[in-house]
C-alpha cells in the first residue's frame, strides 16, 4: 500500500482567495453605503401653499347712485329714511371691517318687495367690462355650525383656529378685540380704526352661542351691550375653507356660480379640532 500525501492544490487555493476577496468587496461597499445613508442631507421640496382668492367687490367708474351721495337726502328717498335703521351700526361695521362679513347661522334676507331701485347706482364691479361673474360672495354664502355644551369647549375652538371676537358700534367709535378666550380672563385690546383689519369676519343672525361670545368679551373687560359682536377668522383659516369648497365644486364638476351656499362645521377632539364642508347647495343659472 502507497501512502498519499495530503495537500491544498492551486486550485483550492484560487477558490479560497476568490471567496474572501468578494467577502471584503462586499463588506466594503455595504459600510459605504451605510456611511452615506447616515451622511447625506436630503433635500425635499416644500409644497407652496395654494391661496384661492375672489375678485373683490367694487363699482369701479360706474354711477354712484344717490344712497351714496354724501349730500343731503332729497325727496326721492325720504320715504325709505323714514323707516327705522340701524345707521350707526352700519356705519360702524363699514368704517371697521372693509365690508367682509359672514354668517355663523342662517342670513336674514331681505323679504321686502319694492318698485324702487335701492338708490345704490351701477354695482358692477371695476374690470374690463361686462357684467363680470355672477358668484354669491363669501360673506353670503359660507356658514359655520358650532356644536358645543360648554362655554369651554366654545372658547377652546375659537381658539384653535386664532380667532379674535369684536365688539363694534353702539355709540362707540373705537373696537373691542377680544382674543385667547380659554383663558381665565381673555386678552383685551381696544382699536380705535379698522382700517386695516382685512379679516373676514362672521356675525351670529341667531342663535345660543350669541350670548356666549357676549360672555367671552365680558370676561375680557369689554361691554358688548348694544354692540354689534364680529367674529375674525385668519387669512389662512379663511383659505382652507375656500380650498375646501373648491375641492367639492371640482367633485362635482360645477363652477363657482353655480353655488348658493356652504355650510362648515368644527369637528374633531380638544386640541385636533378639523373645519369640515357639511353641504354645498347648488343654484340654477340660466
Do not use: C
Amino acid at each position: 500500500m502507497t501512502a498519499t500525501k495530503l495537500g491544498v492544490s492551486r486550485y483550492d487555493f484560487a477558490a479560497a482567495w476568490l471567496v474572501a476577496l468578494l467577502v471584503l468587496v462586499g463588506t466594503a461597499v455595504l459600510m459605504l453605503f451605510i456611511v452615506v445613508l447616515t451622511t447625506r442631507v436630503w433635500v425635499t421640496k416644500e409644497a407652496i401653499p395654494v391661496q384661492l382668492l375672489e375678485e373683490p367687490e367694487g363699482r369701479g367708474d360706474a354711477a354712484q347712485g344717490y344712497a351714496r351721495d354724501l349730500e343731503e337726502p332729497g325727496e326721492e328717498e325720504a320715504e325709505d329714511l323714514s323707516e327705522p335703521q340701524l345707521q350707526e351700526t352700519i356705519t360702524a361695521l363699514t368704517d371697521a371691517i372693509s365690508s367682509q362679513q359672514a354668517t355663523l347661522d342662517s342670513l336674514a334676507g331681505d323679504a321686502r318687495a319694492s318698485s324702487k331701485g335701492s338708490g345704490a347706482g351701477d354695482s358692477r364691479q371695476a374690470g374690463p367690462g361686462g357684467d363680470g361673474r355672477n358668484i354669491v360672495p363669501r360673506w353670503e354664502r359660507w356658514e359655520v355650525q358650532f356644536g358645543s355644551s360648554t362655554l369651554n369647549d366654545y372658547a377652546a375652538k375659537l381658539d384653535f383656529f386664532h380667532v379674535e371676537l369684536a365688539a363694534v358700534g353702539g355709540g362707540q367709535n373705537s373696537i373691542d378685540y377680544a382674543s385667547h378666550l380659554s383663558q381665565k380672563k381673555p386678552d383685551h385690546r381696544v382699536a380705535q380704526s379698522g382700517d386695516d383689519e382685512k379679516r373676514l369676519y362672521f356675525t351670529w343672525r341667531h342663535g345660543p352661542l350669541r350670548a356666549a361670545d357676549q360672555e367671552l368679551l365680558k370676561r375680557a373687560g369689554a361691554d358688548p351691550s348694544g354692540r354689534t359682536i364680529l367674529q375674525l377668522y385668519p387669512a389662512e383659516v379663511e383659505n382652507s375653507m375656500a380650498i375646501l369648497e373648491n375641492n367639492e365644486i371640482q367633485k362635482r364638476g360645477i363652477s363657482l356660480e353655480r353655488v348658493k351656499r356652504t355650510l362648515f362645521a368644527i369637528t374633531g377632539n380638544p386640541g385636533n379640532y378639523q373645519m369640515e364642508l357639511v353641504t354645498l347647495e347648488e343654484r340654477f343659472i340660466r
